[in-house]
Structures are given as structure tokens and as C-alpha cells.
């Protein structure tokens, strides 16, 4: 398996968890938990960019489940309440009216489907970083200053049962070196990853 496919296999299958609970964001999770287990065919209800027809019709099953009283819009108690429902996070009132205002495009303190679409895009946005930072960090060594070196590079190569000599890991790391200081930053990591 070649370094950068085992670094990006262990990023993506990763699990990040504090304090026993998983960091994947609560929007995440209501998605998942109220996704169809098979495609649905279903009519759009609007056409929104960066998501496949798959993905813009799952995430209308979820808008369309918080949306309590059909009216189009979730309001912060819907929110609130579809969180507590299906208990994935106890949202405080001002939480959840933090949660709508910070993606209202049109002011009227509800979120429409493209509001609420945004919200989702962030929210997924934020967990992939979280991820990222989480698997950088396996490969991090304390004492580095933020950045894979060859020999925590070769570390967590090694407990991942592939061997590799420091001469290897200092070849990798060049490839993936873009200011050429002999180490990965968080940044490189994350172009690295793309």
C-alpha cells in the first residue's frame, strides 16, 4: 500500500471521538439517521449546487422532517425540537435561534431549504476539517511544532504494519514538502488529502 494511500485510509476511516462521544456534527447525524437505505425516486424541490440529485433529495427528507407544520421553513423550535426528537443533541432556544440567524439569507428568522442547505454545507465543512486534524495528529509527534516529521512518519507507518527506513519516510515527506522545510504542515497535509 503506497504511504499516501495509508494516510488517506487512515483519515477517512478514522472515528473521532472526545469524552466517548462522537464529534460528527448533530446535522450530520439526523441526516443519516433520516436518509433513505436506497435510492428513492423523488421529485426536487429545488435544484442546489455541489449536491448530487441523491444528496439534495436525502437532505429534503430531512428538511422536510423537521419541518413541522409544512410551511417551507424550519424555525428554531423545529429545530430544536426535531434535535431533541430523535435524540441527537439537547439544542437550548437560544442555541437554536443562533443556529437559524447565523444561516437566514432572507432575515425573517426561519431557514428555507437553500438556508438550511448552507447550514448542512458548513456543518460538513467543519467535520471534515475535525477529521482531518484528527488523522494529522496520528502522524503528528508531540514536540514538532504542529508538523509530520520523517520519524513520526515512520512511527505511525510502523504501527500500521508497513516498514519503512527514515530514508524512505524523508522521501515521502519531499514529495508532499511544498516549502521544502523537511516536514508536512497542516496545510500541506490538507492539499495532501485532497
Known amino acids: ?5 495509508a494516510i ?4 477517512q476511516t478514522t472515528t473521532v471521538v472526545q469524552n466517548g462521544s462522537s464529534t460528527t456534527s448533530a446535522f450530520t447525524r439526523l441526516c443519516r439517521k433520516l436518509s433513505p437505505k436506497r ?5 426536487s424541490l429545488t435544484v442546489v449546487p455541489n449536491y448530487s440529485s441523491h444528496t439534495t433529495s436525502s437532505l429534503e427528507r430531512v428538511f422536510n422532517y423537521i419541518d413541522e407544520d409544512k410551511d417551507g ?3 428554531p423550535a423545529e429545530l430544536q425540537s426535531c434535535l431533541r426528537t430523535v435524540g441527537l443533541e439537547d439544542l437550548s432556544s437560544e442555541d437554536a435561534e443562533a443556529v437559524v440567524e447565523s444561516s437566514d439569507s432572507d432575515g425573517d428568522g426561519l431557514l428555507g431549504f437553500e438556508d438550511f442547505v448552507k447550514l448542512v454545507e458548513v456543518e460538513e465543512e467543519e467535520e471534515r476539517l475535525r477529521s482531518l486534524r484528527e488523522a494529522f495528529g496520528m502522524y ?3 514536540g ?7 520519524k513520526s512518519l515512520k512511527r505511525m507507518l510502523s504501527r500500521l504494519g508497513e516498514r519503512r527506513t527514515m530514508e524512505e519516510c524523508k522521501t515521502m515527506i519531499r514529495r508532499f514538502d511544498l516549502n521544502g522545510d523537511g516536514v508536512i504542515s497542516f496545510d ?3 492539499l495532501m488529502m485532497l
Open 1 to 5: 500500500m503506497k504511504t499516501e494511500e
Open 8 to 11: 488517506a485510509s487512515t483519515s
Open 39 to 43: 435510492d428513492e425516486p423523488r421529485p
Open 73 to 75: 421553513k424550519i424555525s
Open 140 to 142: 503528528e509527534m508531540g
Open 144 to 150: 514538532t511544532g504542529g508538523c509530520i516529521t520523517p
Open 188 to 190: 500541506e497535509f490538507k
